[in-house]
């Protein structure tokens, strides 16, 4: 069984920084890639970041470019997005997730993922 557990949302004035954790539970966490999503009310749920298996390539969607960084730490079944020079827009509640299969090399789109966290909310004030 496999669960993911986000943590480290919150309130943050804009240009502030937060780290978002994901913790994953099950076997085999290093053998598949790793996602950040987002859902802003009354939007739908968007790409933000993800991390391949290995760690050794990322992707980004274009709005956070420059801002965020995704990684992850095999040993600890836990994958990272730091967010920086965070903006109001960038309010939303944030998910991760898993791929559904292993060894992935880029997997941007929800269909994609397979396991999904609970989310964790991050307010960008103004």
Same mark, same amino acid.
């Given at each position: 069984q496999v669960q993911l557990v986000e943590?480290?949302?919150?309130?943050?004035?804009?240009?502030?920084?937060?780290?978002?954790s994901c913790a994953a539970s099950g076997r085999s966490f290093g053998s598949y890639a790793m996602g950040w999503f987002r859902q802003a009310p009354?939007?739908?749920?968007?790409?933000?970041?993800?991390i391949t298996w290995s760690g050794r390539g990322t992707s980004l969607a274009d709005s956070v470019k420059g801002r965020f960084t995704i990684s992850r730490d095999n040993a600890k079944s836990t994958v990272y997005l730091q967010m920086n020079s965070?903006?109001?827009?960038?309010t939303a509640? =944030?998910?991760?997730?898993?791929?559904?299969?292993?060894? #992935? &090399?880029?997997?941007?789109?929800?269909?994609? =993922?397979?396991?999904?966290?609970?989310?964790?909310?991050? #307010? &960008?004030?103004?």
């Open positions: 943590s480290g949302g919150g309130l943050v004035q804009a240009g502030g920084s937060l780290r978002l009354g939007k739908e749920r968007e790409f933000v970041a993800a965070l903006k109001p827009e960038d509640v =944030y998910y991760c997730a898993r791929s559904a299969s292993p060894y #992935t &090399v880029e997997a941007v789109t929800e269909q994609e =993922y397979e396991h999904w966290g609970q989310g964790t909310q991050v #307010t &960008v004030s103004s």
